[in-house]
């Protein structure tokens, strides 16, 4: 309702401001500052007092007086507080948002007919995932669960690197070291069997003879020209290792979970020819250069001072290059193409970009965000040395302190229901991965993390177990009401405290925190809501008892805030990708 209200202000606002002659370019309509009771204000007397040559709050009484409410549906009343025009809500505002709320589908936008592919995570196939890139299938996958809350048609693509040095390298490795030379693998796995063998090559080029690294490094780049020239023996070799790497790297995303509905794979854009078409178009282009034995694109005229390499000397094309075909196939295939990368990754970002203006492409169908690095307090991590903090680590020992921390919580239950061995287990996987989950979509994406197992578990903080929690507890609250036989009703005439008119407002406001989350690719954003939602709720739960109430009207209309409390609460932990427990 609050975005049907934020419409109605809107022309309201313009209504008035034609009224009297004055433009209207800019509304100023905003969410007004704490102190002021109203739902939605507008600053629009501050930009036009000077054009007027009267004082702001003048001007916005002569704002108000142009707008009568009675032509509104959510508009109650309409007031002035200074040089802001400030808007009420209507009893029509309230009873909508309990009836819309009821349906179990609340959030969802209506569709926009837009289709979107979102990648992410596109991590190397070199081994297990490890904690420090596991922003980027939470992030991602928060991203696109936005994005399709907002009414999008979206598709999730991982981006398979399979054509670069990095697995030339560790496709040589597998084929030349004996599995008697290494360590046993961490877990019987795929990745973990095979990353083996890639940390034993990358320790032989480092410090080998150099006689034998030279020839290490010709089997290495035989191996990318024969990608490059189409032979199926080679694609077939990398595609061993890739493959099975890659299963067991899914296992572990899908533990998050991040699932992905397609897997790209970049030597697609060899084997087809566009790599070698994007290749001669940019040749033929006023921004190509061949400087120091490469072809280059010299993106000065784009503000980029470094270069872009487009193809070596040995005719063999970069990652950059396979990736500008990758693009147009997704501008040929989607309306719109978000890439969510690290951060690392800004300046190839700009290039990228920039080069397919170059190709002639509309890049406005182009969105890239970026994320900062996770950390835990024992230090860095990386697959290549094999020093790394895996995510199924990670994810292993936050299941285990969760189970931990239900078990001491079970003798403290409110609840009268008996958990079981199994009930223990599903709250532990539930709460466990939501705290990694929440803890890193919760965090601006361009602000680094360190992560904390004290904050992530909190059931009383900032945290996944808090807002998890309200889920429970509305779910508890249906189930004692049904046994008491109390059915829910949508008499809103009855919710008149402030703790329940303030639940009602949060639960309004729920579609345009996924409506901004979209626009701005900010997930964080619900994040913060459902935190903010779950306070809320905890104080209408103090203060309105559903079983307790006066009479069994007002018990039925609480029942049905409650059901709307917990659609609202359970959507935006779908959104962030966690789930929402029957129990805890």
């Known amino acids: ?342 951060e690392d990754h800004k300046l190839q970002a700009e290039q990228l970009e920039a080069a397919l203006e170059v190709l002639g492409n509309d890049t406005d169908q182009l969105r890239q965000t970026f994320y900062s690095w996770v950390n835990l307090p024992e230090g860095g991590m990386s697959t290549r040395e094999g020093t790394g903090v895996d995510l199924d680590d990670l994810l292993d020992e936050s299941v285990q302190r969760a189970r931990e921390e239900v078990e001491d919580r079970l003798d403290s239950r409110i609840r009268n229901d008996e958990l079981d061995e199994d009930d223990i287990d599903r709250i532990a996987h539930q709460v466990g991965i939501g705290a990694v989950r929440y803890d890193i979509v919760s965090k601006q994406p361009t602000k680094g993390i360190t992560f904390e197992w004290e904050r992530a578990l909190d059931f009383e903080a900032q945290s996944a177990p808090y807002v998890q929690y309200v889920h429970a507890r509305c779910r508890g609250i249906e189930n004692e009401a049904a046994g008491a036989g109390i059915e829910p009703s949508a008499d809103v005439s009855l919710l008149d405290t402030e703790a329940e008119r303030a639940l009602l407002e949060d639960v309004a406001r729920f579609p345009v925190v996924i409506e901004r989350a979209a626009a701005d690719l900010e997930p964080h954003v619900v994040a913060t809501f459902a935190r903010e939602f779950a306070e809320t709720f905890n104080t209408f739960y103090r203060e309105c008892s559903v079983l307790n109430a006066d009479d069994d009207a007002v018990a039925a209309a609480r029942l049905g805030l409650v059901e709307a409390a917990r659609h609202t609460v359970a959507n935006a932990l779908d959104v962030l990708g966690i789930e929402a427990p029957k129990s805890m």
């Open 1 to 342: 309702m609050f975005r049907a209200f934020r419409s109605e202000v809107e022309a309201a606002v313009a209504s008035a401001l034609t009224a009297l002659n004055h433009p209207t370019d800019d509304l100023g309509v905003e969410e007004p500052p704490e102190e002021m009771p109203a739902t939605l204000a507008s600053s629009v007397a501050f930009r036009l007092a000077g054009e007027v040559g009267a004082p702001p709050p003048s001007v916005a009484e002569d704002v108000a007086d142009e707008i009568d409410a009675d032509h509104y549906e959510y508009v109650a009343r309409v007031d002035t507080q200074g040089p802001y025009v400030n808007f009420y809500v209507s009893d029509a505002y309230y009873a909508d948002t309990l009836t819309a709320g009821r349906d179990e589908s609340y959030g969802e936008l209506p569709e926009t007919g837009r289709s979107v592919v979102v990648e992410h995570t596109s991590a190397n196939p070199t081994g297990p995932v490890h904690v420090g890139r596991a922003r980027n299938p939470i992030f991602g996958d928060a991203v696109s669960r936005v994005l399709e809350y907002a009414g999008n048609d979206v598709e999730t693509h991982y981006y398979v690197n399979d054509a670069g040095r990095q697995v030339a390298v560790f496709t040589w490795a597998f084929e030349t070291f004996d599995e008697s030379a290494l360590p046993e693998p961490e877990r019987d796995r795929a990745d973990y069997d095979l990353v083996r063998y890639y940390r034993k090559g990358n320790a032989f080029l480092e410090s080998a003879d150099e006689a034998d690294v030279e020839a290490a490094e010709a089997e290495i780049a035989e191996i990318m020209q024969g990608l490059e020239a189409g032979d199926e023996d080679t694609y077939e070799r990398v595609a061993t290792v890739v493959d099975q790497v890659l299963s067991g790297m899914r296992t572990s995303l899908e533990r998050l979970p991040a699932v992905f509905d397609e897997f790209v794979k970049e030597t697609t854009f060899i084997r087809n020819g566009d790599a070698d078409e994007v290749v001669t178009r940019l040749q033929e282009s006023d921004h190509a250069v061949y400087e120091e034995d490469a072809w280059q694109l010299d993106l000065s005229a784009f503000d980029l001072e470094k270069n872009l390499v487009f193809l070596r000397s040995d005719d063999t094309t970069l990652y950059t290059t396979r990736d500008l075909a990758h693009h147009e196939w997704k501008f040929e295939h989607f309306d719109e193409a978000v890439t969510v990368l690290g």
